[in-house]
C-alpha cells in the first residue's frame, strides 16, 4: 500500500489505509497508487462537549487490560481514539503550524510534506521503498501542487495533534 499525501491519520497501524485513504486510484487523475486523506481536518461539528464525552468513554476503559480484551472491546476503544483525534483536528488552528516546504518521497507512489526541520534530518533517507506507479510524472505533479496550496507540515500537524490528546488525557488523569 501506498500514501500520497500525510501519515498522520496513520499512526496507530490499526486501520488499513484503504479505510484511511478510499479511492486511491482516482486521485488527481493518476493512473498508479496516489492517497489522499480520507478527511479535511476533523468533524467540523466537534465541539467541546463533543471532546469530554469522548473523554468519557475513553474513561471507561481505564481498568480494561487492552491485551487481553476481546474483539468489541478493542474496536470500542480504537473507535474512541479516534473519534478524539478527528475531534482534536477540527479545533486545531493550522496557522499556527509550520508550513510545508519541501516533498519527501518514499518511493513513486508516496510523499510527505514537511518543513525544513523535519525534512532535512531524513532527506537522504528518500526513495526507500519500491512501488511503481503509471504515471510518475503526475504523481510529481500532484505532489508539486499539493505542496504549493500552502498545507502544513505534516509532522507539525501530527505532533500538535498528539500534544493536544495527552494534554486532555493528562487532564483526565488518563495518560
Same mark, same amino acid.
Given at each position: ?21 478510499? $479511492? ?13 486523506? %480520507? ?25 480494561? $487490560?487492552?491485551?487481553?480484551?476481546? #474483539?468489541?472491546?478493542? =474496536? ?29 518521497? $518514499? ?13 532535512? #534530518? ?26 504549493? =496550496?500552502?498545507?502544513?507540515?505534516? %509532522?507539525?500537524? =501530527? ?17
Amino acid at each position: 500500500m501506498t500514501t500520497g499525501h500525510g501519515n498522520y491519520y496513520d499512526v496507530d497501524g490499526r486501520r488499513s489505509l484503504n479505510e484511511r485513504w478510499p $479511492n486511491a486510484d482516482g486521485v488527481a487523475a493518476v493512473g498508479g497508487l496516489v492517497r489522499e486523506l %480520507k478527511t479535511d481536518g476533523g468533524s467540523a461539528a466537534a465541539t467541546d462537549a463533543d471532546i469530554e464525552t469522548i473523554l468519557d468513554e475513553l474513561e471507561a476503559f481505564e481498568d480494561v $487490560n487492552l491485551r487481553e480484551a476481546d #474483539p468489541d472491546t478493542l =474496536s470500542r476503544y480504537w473507535d474512541a481514539q479516534d473519534r478524539l483525534i478527528d475531534a482534536i483536528d477540527a479545533e486545531l488552528d493550522e496557522d499556527t503550524l509550520s508550513e510545508a516546504t519541501h516533498i519527501w518521497w $518514499n518511493d513513486q507512489a508516496e510523499f510527505h510534506l514537511y518543513c525544513s526541520s523535519h525534512y532535512h #534530518p531524513i532527506a537522504s533517507e528518500q526513495w526507500t521503498g519500491f512501488t511503481e506507479v503509471t504515471d510518475p510524472q503526475a504523481v510529481k505533479q500532484a505532489a508539486r501542487d499539493r505542496l504549493e =496550496s500552502g498545507v502544513p507540515c505534516e %509532522k507539525c500537524h =501530527s505532533e500538535a495533534l498528539f500534544e493536544r490528546r495527552d494534554e486532555l488525557l493528562a487532564e483526565r488523569g488518563l495518560a
